[in-house]
């Protein structure tokens, strides 16, 4: 869906039954897992937590640094429903510099269903995966001043996985994170008072006020509090009755003319009537037909009146398929032992959507509106996307229901630029802060790395965003 799946840039040429026989990881272990020589087996850090057994946690938790231009990471699984065997997948990157003082983030892909393993590697890890399967170094890297946690969320997207305990809504999906951060701040404890954020892009609009509120909440009722400072948001959807509307932003790009803007608006109008009748599921079926293309093999108005197969980036008709190694890289023998999932199976996100179908249509803002009232909110989005343009993402936030909101609508706008360009446009009110950036796409940090670093990295520390 929003972002990615196996294929991070979908190909709409395939229909459905392509991609459930070819990408069906979820029940068929790949070749290279059938006939394994050594993967180990995989790591669960829950009984050593329990045990209070934290440095025999840790030292096994290590990742080989010598696979990885000797970088220093953990990995491993996280029992976050014991009904279930329900485990969270987590990589954990500590900061290069300053790792005693440097902000921790958790990043959450969307999808849903997309493994953050793919920000991991394309977007703002350490690393890029190269054509060649050979990683090289990211100067761009969030980890260098960062401490960045990596986790495969929901359970049974990427090395994720459950025995049935399925995310069915976002409540589920906060209750098993929380779980899963409880034990991570156990396993670093010298990181329970650095500054924390959550941060996430696309379907990770739902997932990161999910987590964050469920923190929010517990906090008062705990002894291990999380220092939960802020979230960050990256072309989230968030609120679909007030983002699903895209006809005038295609037509002013001039894809479609006014026909085709009169039938994108009553595809819109039948999708905002499902969800004002919390009849979900129907409001999905009507947005996967307009737009979305999940479960249509992409036959969608959008498609057939613009041509594009792809809406992560107006500039990009097509959809690139170059990304998709990183599915191949990662499972790998000797990188399966490495990150210590030995051979379970890499899920393609298939049964994830599947289960969350009722609440993907379904909205978080009043949750995002009592986060208002205690932290600081970055939503920011590439100005290229079209499944979440940056006009959606506003209209979005212009509803929201919090103390500064007439101010928002008010304020002025400003913005920030190096020494050769104007990278984005910035608003503030209140604890929001919203921002458009430009030459960029559905994923910021793979169209603009330099600037989404910058952007995140003056955001956490609350340093100006515009040139005064």
């Not at 004002?276 to 093999?297: E, M, P, Y």
């Not at 990662?330 to 032992?337: A, C, L, N, V």
């Not at 009722?358 to 986060?371: K, L, N, R």
């Amino acid at each position: 869906m929003f972002c990615e799946l196996i294929i991070r840039s979908k190909m709409y040429t395939c229909t459905l039954i392509f991609l459930l026989c070819t990408f069906n990881f979820n029940y068929v272990k790949s070749n290279n897992v059938l006939n394994v020589r050594d993967v180990g087996e995989p790591l669960f850090l829950t009984p050593l937590i329990e045990s209070n057994k934290i440095y025999e946690a840790r030292n096994a938790a290590k990742v080989d640094p010598k696979l990885f231009h000797n970088i220093q990471s953990y990995s491993g699984y996280l029992t976050v429903d014991k009904r279930f065997h329900s485990n969270l997948f987590f990589w954990f990157f500590p900061a290069q510099e300053n790792y005693q003082q440097a902000p921790v983030l958790l990043w959450l892909q969307g999808g849903p269903g997309a493994s953050s393993l793919y920000a991991l590697f394309e977007e703002n890890g350490p690393f890029y995966l190269k054509a060649s399967n050979k990683l090289e170094l990211n100067q761009h890297s969030w980890a260098k001043k960062h401490s960045v946690i990596y986790i495969d969320n929901p359970v049974q997207t990427g090395y994720s996985f459950t025995k049935g305990g399925f995310a069915k809504n976002q409540t589920k999906v906060g209750e098993d994170l929380y779980q899963a951060l409880k034990q991570f701040f156990t396993l670093f404890p010298e990181l329970q008072h650095n500054d924390f954020f959550v941060t996430g892009e696309s379907y990770g609009g739902k997932y990161v006020p999910a987590i964050a509120y469920k923190i929010l909440m517990m906090n008062p009722l705990t002894n291990l509090k999380i220092n939960l400072k802020g979230i960050t948001i990256g072309n989230g959807l968030c609120d679909p009755e007030y983002q699903v509307e895209i006809h005038d932003h295609v037509y002013q790009l001039g894809l479609i003319d006014s026909n085709g803007r009169q039938k994108f608006i009553n595809m819109e109008q039948k999708v905002i009537y499902y969800i004002r009748k919390k009849q979900f599921d129907k409001a999905f079926r009507v947005f996967d037909n307009f737009l979305n293309g999940d479960f249509n093999g992409g036959n969608t108005l959008f498609k057939n009146l613009t041509g594009f197969t792809n809406y992560f980036n107006f500039l990009n008709a097509y959809s690139d398929r170059s990304k998709e190694p990183v599915s191949y890289f990662i499972q790998q023998e000797h990188i399966r032992k490495a990150i210590h999932v030995g051979n379970l199976t890499f899920n393609n996100g298939v049964e994830t959507e599947k289960n969350l179908l009722s609440d993907i249509m379904d909205s978080v803002a009043p949750w995002i509106s009592e986060i208002l009232n205690h932290i600081r909110v970055l939503f920011y989005n590439g100005q290229l996307d079209l499944i979440v343009p940056y006009t959606s993402t506003v209209n979005f936030i212009r509803n929201l229901n919090f103390s500064a909101a007439n101010e928002y609508k008010t304020a002025a706008r400003h913005f920030w630029s190096d020494d050769k360009e104007i990278a984005w446009y910035v608003k503030e009110a209140g604890n929001l802060t919203e921002v458009m950036v430009r030459n960029s796409g559905h994923m910021v940090p793979t169209d603009q790395p330099a600037w989404a670093l910058n952007l995140i990295s003056r955001f956490v520390r609350n340093q100006p965003l515009w040139n005064k």
